[in-house]
């Protein structure tokens, strides 16, 4: 095996500060787990980071947390996979162990975490270092395109099982027709639940995608009255629930009132600011519970890969791009472009 490889580095904070760095590959020992990266999915945090307006990351660190590859080398604690297994990794890497939330693996929730990515090299290079707990072996049948977006997808998992327990009676809202609000559509279609997915003019094609995966009702709220569309299928009760995917304030603030009283919002995607204005009068009146849903834990990685592997999940439809990771930079000018849908690096090239 070689000795140093290049990896997609956050140099130090700002905007860009991006490298193709060399550094060694990662030294195997005790519980660890090293894995040949396949491919690695951009995700949405990588975008922010790229931007600086994602503060989690400890600098210099290489990204990537949405991945998936083959073991090839194992510390002397391991005992549950081996060598040349096809693998999926959670993307906690350390944590405290002593916490409440270690103590019940809601290892997402641990204030000393350390994530893959973010304060421990990521995927974007030849091989990523991870430990054997969050180690997920993959069904044959499942493809490494597939497998790298268990990541995001365990997330919407987290959201609509843990969080909100979603109900195939409930009529929902999903705001933001990106990847996260496309694998929400999925997750939902999958339990059964009545989708209403709303984006703006310029997410046209990823609508009418959103439609072609099972989308009750598609709505542009920049052309159409969400309210109108909202109250025509619920008979003026409002949503069960809403799902924001979008971090975009205006858009949860537009569908708070429209929540049936005792709704839900639950809060997946990021915001660009940490305090924001939000229709507080609407929440209280309706006695709308609000809830946040961050990231994921290992309760939510069996289901999101049983859900890719069965099928539920359009993987051909969500990768519309494939760089090599040679082609990093390009690749990152893609995804802030916003044009395609899941856009994945591939480190099956010589670098």
């Known amino acids: 095996m070689q000795s140093t490889m290049f990896g997609v580095t956050k140099t130090e904070p700002g905007y860009d500060k991006m490298e193709f760095v060399e550094i060694p590959v ?13 491919f690695t999915g951009i995700c949405g945090s990588d975008v922010h980071t790229f931007k600086g307006e994602y503060k989690n990351p400890t600098t210099p660190v290489v990204l990537g947390h949405e991945f998936s590859g083959t073991v090839v080398a194992v510390g002397e604690n391991v005992t549950k996979v081996k060598v040349g297994d096809r693998v999926t990794s959670e993307t906690t890497f350390t944590t405290c162990g002593k916490c409440e939330y270690c103590h019940n693996k809601q290892y997402n929730l641990c204030p000393h975490r350390k ?8 995927s974007m290079a030849k091989y990523v270092l991870s430990r054997e707990e969050s180690v997920h072996k993959l069904p044959d049948t499942l493809s490494f395109e597939g497998a790298a ?8 998992v987290h959201a609509m099982y843990q969080k909100s327990q979603l109900s195939l009676h409930d009529k929902i809202i999903i705001i933001g027709p ?8 999925q997750v939902a279609k999958d339990i059964g639940a009545f989708v209403i997915m709303t984006g703006i003019t310029k997410d046209k094609h990823r609508l009418e995608l959103a439609k072609k995966m099972g989308a009750d009702v598609i709505v542009d709220t920049q052309q159409e009255s969400l309210e109108e569309v909202v109250n025509k299928y619920t008979d003026g009760v409002g949503v069960d629930k809403v799902y924001d995917a979008s971090g975009a304030i205006q858009a949860v603030n537009q569908c708070i009132p429209l929540i049936k009283k005792t709704g839900q919002l639950v809060q997946v995607g990021l915001f660009k600011d940490k305090m924001n204005a939000i229709d507080m009068e609407s929440i209280i009146q309706r006695e709308i519970t609000v809830t946040g849903s961050r990231s994921q834990n290992p309760f939510d990685w069996p289901i999101a890969i049983h859900l890719l592997n069965k099928g539920a999940i359009q993987i051909d439809e969500m990768i519309t791009k ?6 990093w930079r390009e690749a990152f000018e893609a995804a802030i472009a916003g044009t395609e849908i899941k856009i994945m690096l591939d480190s099956n090239q010589n670098v």
């Open 149 to 156: 977006m268990t990541e995001p997808l365990a997330c919407c």
């Open 26 to 38: 990662p030294e195997v020992k005790d519980d660890g787990v090293l894995i040949e990266v396949a």
């Open 178 to 185: 990106g990847p996260i609000g496309l694998f929400l559509l």
């Open 322 to 327: 494939k760089y090599p990771l040679t082609q």
């Open 115 to 122: 994530g893959i990515g973010t304060q421990q090299n990521g």
